[in-house]
């Protein structure tokens, strides 16, 4: 398997506490693994739900018609992950098709196998992508005028979900169904009480971006992607390890590897030898050598006990796993 290159960014600097918070680049294998025969896809809206929508829409403060802008967003996500990762070609179906589920809150029957044909036909599709059902709602919380010149402070909890089939038309097969959500707590300031308790322009925005990111995680089961992990970095305690803490703050890791093993060998602290060891594993998962990375964790941790440790030891148990799933899947 190639080489990953990893970076990191610092977050987090606390002068009174012994760790440092970084970031590294992990590459991560598909979930959901497409035929090989499928080299274009055809992404079908099918969440356009009836009146008993409109009134869910209207009861959690939502404007009429959002739920269709709102899809779109998600298709929106879905589509450029697949863009920036992906050979498949993608395109979408230019009708919103009505949801199976009356509400659109929820999987209904399958389609007709005729239609899904249809579709696939007219896109020149090996697969059909279909969003059966979408559902959102926003929430204001802790909504607060104190302070606050001109307008309102203010939480919104924005919560989008929804539903996916994979058909393939050739074969008639249903490959995947499955449903995802993605929430996240908004803060921002309303520009009066009555946009805030109307949760119109406040509510469509997070709602937006919510509804991007929910598309964004349902493309990534099916594409390899890359994404930010966290990482634990212990300080330098002593002259050599902050040394080779600024090496690796420089990306100079080769040399940081050689100075922590030095080091390593003539430290008779057992704690100062569990951090040297903990941080020669992250620099072994920066030049992707992972099974080194393992070794000097799993010595760390014998020699402390620290849980950070043992976490990150599972984390690379768990990335070795994934990069031999990696391997396999650039294998086929």
Known sequence: MKKLILGFILLTIFSCSSVKRMRVNVKKPTSVQLPAAVKRMVIVDKTQGNFLTSIEGVLTGETIGIDKVLAQECI?????????????????????????????????????WAEVQQIAIGSNADAVLVLEYFDSDFTIRNASTSGIVGGVL????????????????????LLYENSFSYSKTYGEKAG????????????????????????????????TYSTWEDRVFMKGKTATTKMAERQILAQDYANAISTLQEAYKTERSAKIRADIAHNLGFCYE?????????KWLAASFILSGNRKTQDYLDIINRRIREAEVLEDQNNK
Request: hydrophobic share 35%; charged share 20%.
């Open 192 to 223: 009066s009480k009555e946009i805030l308790l109307g949760k119109v322009i406040v509510g469509t925005t997070a709602l937006k971006k919510v509804s991007y990111e929910l598309g964004k995680y349902v493309g990534q089961r099916f594409v």
């Open 286 to 294: 920066v030049e992707s050598e992972l099974a080194l990375s393992k």
């Open 76 to 112: 929106s996500g879905l589509t450029n992950t697949f863009l920036k990762n992906s050979e498949i070609e993608i395109t979408q179906h230019p009708e919103r098709l009505k949801s199976a589920n009356k509400t659109s809150t929820g999987f209904g029957a399958v389609m007709n």
């Open 154 to 173: 203010f939480q919104g909890f924005a919560k989008a979900k929804v539903g996916v089939r994979v058909y393939l038309p050739n074969t008639q097969r």
